[in-house]
């Protein structure tokens, strides 16, 4: 069964960059597609940045375009959340899930296709 465990959270003021990891184990992550998700105080969990499984097809969160990019990396069986030009707004838990799923751009950010999970990590963007 895959298990993962975030790590990289932390305390960046606005602007700043930071990078998240999801480290994989007791399965490839090459089968699997993987979505970091957030979920700010108050607010309902919503998807963030998805890579598709065999493929570089990523799909992003309008409010992380342009900001954010996701990376696999086989070898090191992690997935990374690069985060750039941080912002107050962008402060939550994050969480990486996977799927041996294809989901298409209607439906990445559909917490239901995802199995496993992780436990988290906090990011918070404040000066």
């Known amino acids: 069964q895959l298990q993962l465990v975030e790590s990289g959270g932390g305390l960046v003021q606005p602007g700043g960059s930071l990078r998240l990891s999801c480290a994989a184990s007791?399965?490839?992550?090459?089968?699997?597609?993987v979505t970091w998700f957030r979920q700010a105080p108050g607010k309902e969990r919503e998807g963030v940045v998805f890579?598709?499984?065999?493929?570089?097809?990523?799909f992003a969160a309008n409010s992380v375009k342009g900001r954010f990019t996701i990376r696999k990396d086989i070898g090191q069986n992690t997935v990374f959340l690069k985060m750039n030009n941080l912002k107050p707004e962008d402060t939550a838990v994050y969480y990486c899930?996977?799927?041996?799923?294809?989901?298409?751009?209607?439906?990445?950010?559909?917490?239901?296709?995802?199995?496993?999970w992780g436990q988290g990590t906090l990011v918070n963007v404040s000066s």
């Open positions: 899930a996977a799927g041996q799923i294809s989901p298409i751009a209607s439906s990445w950010y559909n917490a239901e296709l995802y199995n496993s």
């Open positions: 890579l598709r499984r065999r493929s570089h097809i990523t």
């Open positions: 007791g399965a490839s992550l090459e089968s699997y597609s």
